[in-house]
């Protein structure tokens, strides 16, 4: 078992910034990769951006420049720093987690409303 505890989302007019947080805890053997992943309404689940435990992070295009990842391997949290949002981004992000066995885990989500 896996828990998770995503906090941040909300609601955000567009250019304005907001900071996802996630604590993974339970059942981990050494994260090995931490992320996020969105879905917005009748679309499909995308890869936001992914943070190695050694940091090198990677990001979707369409967040490259606007979005930080980090993590504080000590506490298994990872976060989400997103500028400059925009209606586009709106969606439920959930957190994801890989461990050193392979095993991948996805949290409930957070929603994310940018809107005037």
């Known amino acids: 078992q896996v828990q998770f505890v995503e906090s941040g989302g909300g609601l955000v007019q567009p250019g304005g910034s907001l900071r996802l947080s996630c604590v993974a805890s339970g059942n981990i053997f050494s994260l090995r990769v931490m992320g996020w992943y969105r879905q917005a309404p009748r679309n499909q689940r995308e890869l936001v951006a992914t943070?190695?435990?050694?940091?090198?992070?990677n990001y979707t295009d369409s967040v490259k420049g606007r979005f930080t990842i980090s993590r504080d391997n000590a506490k298994n949290t990872v976060y989400l720093q997103m500028n400059n949002l925009a209606p586009q981004d709106t969606a439920v992000y959930c957190c994801?987690?890989?461990?050193?066995?392979?095993?991948?885990?996805w949290g409930q989500g957070t929603q994310v409303t940018v809107s005037s």
């Open positions: 943070i190695t435990r050694a940091g090198d992070a």
């Open positions: 994801y987690v890989s461990d050193s066995l392979a095993r991948q885990y």
